[in-house]
């Protein structure tokens, strides 16, 4: 559950930042408020989802990576709230549609050699299309979601190589 909500919070970003205006993002967006919507059975909360996301987009304009991590960690929030608010028997459905979508998103970028990087601590991640190191930091679990790890010129190594010492 705290995956895909990571994974939902980061594409948002990754979304409202690489894509926003494009009809991948108006497409992804819309998809994000009926979750919203479904999720906590309230449809006045899709509209706020959607100025939510109009909002994120237009602070992310120009923003450094620190104020990416914190709207992905806050929108991260958002998805674990509506999912630990959900009916049990509904939460797995919740999960993977989180998944699918911005999965969906993450395809449309890469093919479009859109991507943007998310790094953070505690229960940070990162996203990115080309190589990345994932180091944790804090109290919290670490998670990262990597696309081409070496770009786009095939899939990840088979063994790839060891962190440096001090950077596990």
């Known amino acids: 559950m705290t995956a895909a909500a990571a994974a939902g919070g980061i594409a948002v970003v990754e979304g409202a930042a690489s894509a926003a205006g494009t009809q991948a993002w108006e497409s992804f967006r819309t998809r994000v408020a009926g979750w919203f919507g479904r999720g906590s059975g309230n449809a006045e909360l899709e509209r706020v989802t959607l100025e939510r996301l109009d909002r994120t987009a237009a602070e992310l304009d120009g923003s450094d990576e620190a104020g990416r991590t914190r709207q992905a960690d806050r929108w991260e929030d958002r998805f674990v709230d509506v999912l630990e608010a959900a009916p ?28 943007t990087t ?21 109290s919290g679990g670490t998670a990262g979601v990597i696309n081409n790890f070496y770009g786009t010129n095939g899939p990840a190594p088979a063994n790839p190589p060891a962190p440096e010492p001090g950077q596990a």
């Not at 459905?93 to 093919?111: G, M, P, V, W």
């Not at 601590?121 to 994932?134: F, L, Q, R, Y």
């Open 88 to 115: 049990e028997d509904l939460r797995a459905e919740l999960a993977l549609e989180i998944k699918r979508f911005s999965d969906e998103l993450r395809a449309e970028l890469t093919s479009r050699g859109a991507g």
């Open 118 to 138: 998310i790094t953070g601590t505690g229960a940070g991640a990162w996203v990115s299309t080309e190589k990345v190191d994932i180091k944790g930091g804090g």
